[in-house]
């Protein structure tokens, strides 16, 4: 049997294919040590190696992903990189393209956060599709963070200050430890339970990956997720971000500003209220005026001031014109009378019952009209309308 003979780059192309079919292939985490790298600044592509002490695969992470880096990768530097396995056809090497970036220092903690956000932002509970609006003037907020915490006191002062009348539904839990993460759960479920509130802050301040690692749960994002109360996550400081700031509707960079975004401020409110009532109370001194200059001009008319002369003169002009109208209508229907006589003259004319009476007649056969003798032949039976009367008849000749 006869093997077929393939090019290089048709083996390329196949062997691309496979691995870029393969779905472990597609979206990996991999760690190691940056090596032989190299900016090309110009295109600005990042080019390198990742080895460990068994192995090394080649790199390359282009601009569009490069550009997004909080740090400068260098050789030695321990990173956890996120990407796909793939093949350059040309040189038929296969390589890791590379799509995020992040130092290893952190190592297994890091690494599971980044698993646990590629997964939940692939099953779309990122979107922005999904995220709820704000109520712009809530009378109940919820917050849920640890009662002795400075956050809690930060977002209850400025709730306080900016929005006096809203109602603060306290649900203290532990923000660090093994309850955490199941307290938090709990307090997102209870308040949807009871329609407690109508926004809820979910929260606590800064802190190590370690200290913030409840709020990376996966049980809990998928509650905040599944809460009809749109959720604002306030977890940490601007720096820090945690997969509750991800799901939640709307992320503060901390719990100050998340009491800032859950209420409006009075003094604001005020000034809007204030603001509408100069331009409802212009609105309507305005229409006053108009109104006012309309009656002062209808007032000044003739007939408002000798309404006895103007009845008379308009009722001396309605008189013409009554007179008028009549001798209109009489024209119109003299005129139209004359014309129907004549109609019905030319129609009585035409009238096929006064053609018959003058001598013609109509021939039928089998209920048709014979409008011609070719159509009768001898032994056919018609029938003869006259003027007064039907007459059947046989064709004789």
């Known amino acids: 049997m006869e093997r077929k003979v393939i090019s290089v780059t048709q083996l390329n ?12 292939l597609n979206d990996v985490f991999v760690s190691g040590e940056i090596s032989n790298f190299t900016n090309h600044y110009k295109s600005g592509h990042l080019y390198m190696s990742i080895k ?15 550009s997004h880096l909080q740090f400068r990768p260098q050789n030695g530097m321990k990173v956890i990189v996120r990407g796909k396995v793939s093949l350059y056809e040309r040189d038929g090497n296969y390589q890791l393209y590379i799509t995020a970036m ?48 400075a956050a809690v006191q930060d977002i209850l002062n400025i709730l306080t200050r900016r ?22 759960i709990e307090a997102v ?34 509650t905040i997720f599944a809460s009809k109360i749109p959720v604002i996550s306030a977890v940490g400081h601007e720096t820090d971000f945690t997969i509750c700031d991800y799901v939640s509707d709307r992320r503060a960079p901390t719990p100050s500003a998340a009491a800032e975004i859950a209420v409006p401020d009075k003094a604001e ?47 001396q002009s309605i ?3 009554e007179n008028r109208l009549n001798k209109a209508f009489e024209n119109i229907y003299a005129k139209s009378n004359a014309m129907y006589l004549e109609i019905a003259s030319k129609l009585n004319s035409l009238s096929p019952t006064n053609v018959m009476l003058r001598g013609y007649s ?23 309308k006259l003027s007064d009367g039907d007459k059947k008849a046989e064709i004789t000749n």
């Open 13 to 24: 192309m196949y062997v691309k294919s496979i691995l870029e079919g393969n779905s472990n």
């Open 52 to 66: 460990d002490d068994g192995a090394v695969i080649k790199a390359v992470m282009f601009k569009g992903y490069a």
């Open 102 to 149: 992040k130092q290893a220092g952190l190592g297994e903690l890091q690494l599971k956060y980044e698993q646990l956000k590629a997964e939940l932002e692939k099953e779309g509970l990122f979107d922005s599709a999904h995220k709820k609006a704000l109520p712009k003037i809530p009378s109940k907020i919820a917050v849920i963070t640890s009662p002795t915490g």
């Open 163 to 184: 929005f006096p009348v809203a109602s603060v539904v306290m649900c203290p839990v532990q923000v660090q430890g093994e309850l955490a993460a199941p307290q938090l």
């Open 189 to 222: 479920k209870k308040v949807n339970e009871l329609s407690a509130a109508d926004i809820i802050i979910i929260g606590r301040g800064g802190g190590s990956i370690e200290d913030l690692w409840a709020f990376n749960n996966e049980e809990l994002a998928r």
């Open 269 to 315: 409110l005020n000034n809007v209220l204030l603001k509408t009532k100069n331009n409802f109370t212009t609105h309507l001194k305005r229409i006053y005026e108009n109104k006012n200059l309309n009656f002062k001009a209808l007032m000044n008319k003739q007939c408002m001031k000798n309404p006895y002369f103007s009845v008379v003169v308009k009722g």
């Open 319 to 321: 008189d013409l014109l």
């Open 362 to 384: 109509v021939v039928f056969k089998d209920g048709n009209v014979v409008s011609s003798a070719k159509r009768l032949k001898k032994g056919d039976e018609i029938n003869i």
